[in-house]
């Protein structure tokens, strides 16, 4: 798991609160993503990025906010949550953004909106 | 779109016996993965199975590929307390160069 790291590994916050989640890779990978995972539910790809820049929103509500400044680095800025969007958080890279290509994950950001 | 699902969704077994999940898909796929993870941490990669490939091995774990049934199943053998986690496939959403796609996941318990 050192190869993305996660920050933080929890967070509570309420439904006014501004936050952020911070992912890094140390594998020299070009393509990031963000994944949703609730429970009973399918792994959601929320967005991804290569090389910086975001090929991939699907259909994510503005109040999450991606941002990728460089490929070793991504974060997710939350505003005014909805308690539905509580679930854990994983960041993942890869080589490339295809599908031949193995995702290295997180640990993740267990994420509760009150 | 493209999607794997994982049968059965939970599984129990006891310690030292075979474990055998699988995965069913759409449409069709140049790979497969299988990833695992255990509770509330990261998924890890354990195997990756090639559209050409009929079958391939890693350690304790065998997966299979039936590209004319769109299934695939993943055998772990001399299960171990440590196996317990859930197991996911995961394939290209569509052709060309698109991300992977993951389906529900079997829920694997193993007891000591």
């Known amino acids: 798991e050192t190869g993305v790291t996660q920050t933080p590994r929890h967070l509570v916050m309420g439904m006014t609160n501004k936050k952020s989640l911070k992912c890094e890779q140390h594998?020299?990978?070009?393509?990031m993503y963000w994944y949703k995972q609730s429970a009973k539910k399918p792994l959601e790809l929320m967005f991804v990025y290569n090389f910086k820049e975001q090929t991939e929103n699907n259909s994510v509500p503005s109040r999450f906010s991606p941002e990728c400044p460089n490929s070793s680095h991504l974060f997710l800025h939350l505003h005014t949550l909805q308690p539905e969007d509580s679930a854990l958080y994983l960041c993942?890279?890869?080589?490339?953004?295809?599908?031949?290509?193995?995702?290295?994950f997180g640990p993740g950001t267990r994420l509760t909106v009150l | 779109s493209q999607q794997g699902e994982e049968d059965p969704q939970a599984l129990s077994i006891q310690e030292g016996e075979n474990a055998t999940m699988n995965c069913s898909y759409k449409?069709?796929?140049?790979?497969l993965q299988w990833y695992r993870q255990n509770s509330g941490r990261g998924l890890v990669h354990l195997i990756l199975i090639r559209s050409n490939e009929r079958e391939k091995h890693s350690g304790r774990l065998r997966v299979t590929l039936d590209t004319s049934k769109k299934s695939s199943s993943l055998l772990i053998t001399a299960s171990r307390a440590a196996d317990t986690a859930s197991y996911f496939c995961a394939t290209p959403r569509g052709a060309g160069n698109t991300p992977l796609v993951f389906g529900k996941g079997t829920r694997l318990s193993v007891i000591a």
């Open positions: 993942a890279s890869s080589a490339s953004g295809g599908g031949t290509d193995t995702q290295y």
């Open positions: 449409t069709s796929i140049n790979n």
């Open positions: 594998l020299g990978h070009n393509a």
